[in-house]
């Protein structure tokens, strides 16, 4: 049976937030899936969805919801057929879908560091004792101060546009962006440098773009199929098994990085106290088919040593 594909008179409705990165990433969407099947931009409509994390950026996520915050207008718009897919940033996305929701396309990831940005300081190592510096990530912000208990590290939500405002007008010496993001925007030179994973280890998922679809909309998911990047997936299991063994969510400092070596996958992982006193990390290496079972290890691993309370605020 011949597929049928979005026209300009029907098209396949995309969904995504409103800010500049999230558009670029549904941009990209469009832009793959048009190649993928020869049809132009107008087969496709872009349809911006604003979330309650986007309405409300004068609070920490922590208080507020936390990471489903960015996700659940725009799935409730295709649970209900307002839109066909929604293109997501993966380190945004709870490891549970909707029921009726699936999400196993991903697109090529990008670099997966974060950015070091600062109008006077080259890197975070040569911030001056006690300088003040802006994250709204609690993974960054125990990372921090684990690294570097004497800094002063403030609240900055936002995105990358009004981080970069606060910055200018003086809230902070400098903050932490994404570099995928920025490479994204085509603003890579924000960075003053891009802080290596030895030194910060990136979120689960950093850099990596996620189209969730209906569970029973086969038209979409065998377009989806054409533009899924095989090893992004591979990657994602593993962190994503990581995050979900932990009960990963934005009130949990966690890091996790997977890399593949041939046949191999690499996996590292780290836990911290939210106030940044205590690091714990460990790293399994085993077949790339065995990745989520690697995250699933390694998540037991450090949860047994972190113990009781170890996430407490």
């Given at each position: 049976?011949?597929?049928m594909?979005?026209?300009?008179?029907?098209?396949?409705?995309?969904?995504?937030?409103?800010?500049p990165?999230?558009?670029?990433?549904?941009?990209e969407?469009?832009?793959?899936?048009?190649?993928?099947?020869?049809?132009?931009h107008?087969?496709f409509?872009?349809?911006?969805?604003?979330?309650?994390?986007?309405?409300?950026?004068d609070?920490?996520l922590?208080?507020?919801?936390?990471?489903?915050?960015?996700?659940?207008e725009?799935?409730?718009?295709?649970?209900?057929?307002?839109?066909?897919?929604?293109?997501?940033?993966?380190?945004?996305?709870?490891v549970?879908?909707?029921?009726?929701?699936?999400?196993?396309?991903?697109?090529?990831?990008?670099?997966?560091?974060?950015?070091?940005?600062?109008?006077?300081?080259?890197?975070?190592?040569?911030?001056?004792?006690?300088?003040?510096?802006?994250t709204?990530?609690?993974?960054?912000?125990?990372?921090?101060?684990?690294?570097?208990?004497?800094?002063?590290?403030?609240?900055?939500?936002?995105?990358?546009q009004?981080r970069l405002?606060?910055?200018?007008?003086?809230?902070?010496?400098a903050?932490?962006?994404?570099?995928?993001g920025?490479n994204?925007?085509?603003?890579?030179?924000?960075?003053?440098?891009?802080?290596?994973?030895?030194?910060?280890?990136?979120?689960?998922?950093?850099?990596?773009i996620?189209?969730?679809r209906?569970?029973?909309?086969?038209?979409?998911?065998?377009?989806?199929?054409?533009i899924h990047?095989?090893e992004?997936g591979q990657?994602?299991?593993?962190?994503?098994?990581?995050?979900?063994?932990?009960?990963?969510?934005?009130?949990?400092?966690?890091g996790?990085l997977?890399t593949?070596?041939?046949?191999?996958?690499?996996?590292?992982?780290?836990?911290?106290?939210?106030?940044?006193s205590?690091?714990?990390?460990?790293?399994?290496?085993?077949?790339?088919?065995?990745?989520?079972?690697?995250?699933?290890?390694?998540?037991?691993?450090?949860?047994?040593?972190?113990?009781?309370?170890?996430?407490?605020?």
């Amino acid at each position: 049976m011949t597929m049928m594909l979005p026209t300009p008179a029907s098209p396949l409705k995309i969904g995504t937030r409103g800010s500049p990165l999230a558009l670029a990433q549904a941009n990209e969407t469009r832009d793959r899936l048009a190649a993928a099947f020869d049809l132009p931009h107008e087969a496709f409509q872009i349809v911006v969805i604003k979330t309650t994390g986007d309405k409300i950026i004068d609070r920490p996520l922590k208080e507020i919801g936390g990471k489903g915050l960015f996700t659940k207008e725009i799935e409730e718009a295709m649970l209900s057929g307002d839109i066909d897919i929604a293109v997501h940033s993966m380190k945004d996305m709870p490891v549970e879908q909707p029921g009726g929701l699936v999400l196993d396309c991903y697109l090529p990831r990008e670099d997966v560091r974060d950015a070091f940005v600062s109008a006077n300081v080259a890197r975070l190592a040569d911030l001056a004792q006690g300088a003040t510096v802006g994250t709204s990530s609690l993974r960054r912000r125990a990372q921090l101060l684990n690294y570097r208990p004497d800094l002063n590290v403030v609240e900055f939500r936002g995105n990358v546009q009004t981080r970069l405002k606060k910055l200018a007008d003086g809230v902070a010496e400098a903050t932490f962006l994404a570099m995928a993001g920025l490479n994204r925007l085509g603003m890579s030179e924000v960075a003053k440098s891009a802080i290596e994973v030895e030194e910060m280890l990136p979120a689960v998922a950093q850099g990596a773009i996620g189209i969730e679809r209906r569970g029973d909309d086969a038209r979409v998911a065998k377009m989806l199929d054409a533009i899924h990047h095989t090893e992004t997936g591979q990657r994602l299991a593993a962190e994503r098994a990581f995050l979900a063994g932990l009960d990963g969510s934005c009130e949990t400092p966690i890091g996790g990085l997977a890399t593949l070596d041939g046949g191999t996958l690499h996996l590292k992982g780290e836990i911290l106290r939210p106030d940044g006193s205590e690091r714990l990390a460990d790293a399994l290496s085993g077949p790339i088919e065995d990745g989520a079972k690697l995250g699933a290890d390694l998540a037991a691993t450090l949860r047994a040593r972190a113990g009781e309370g170890f996430f407490d605020h």
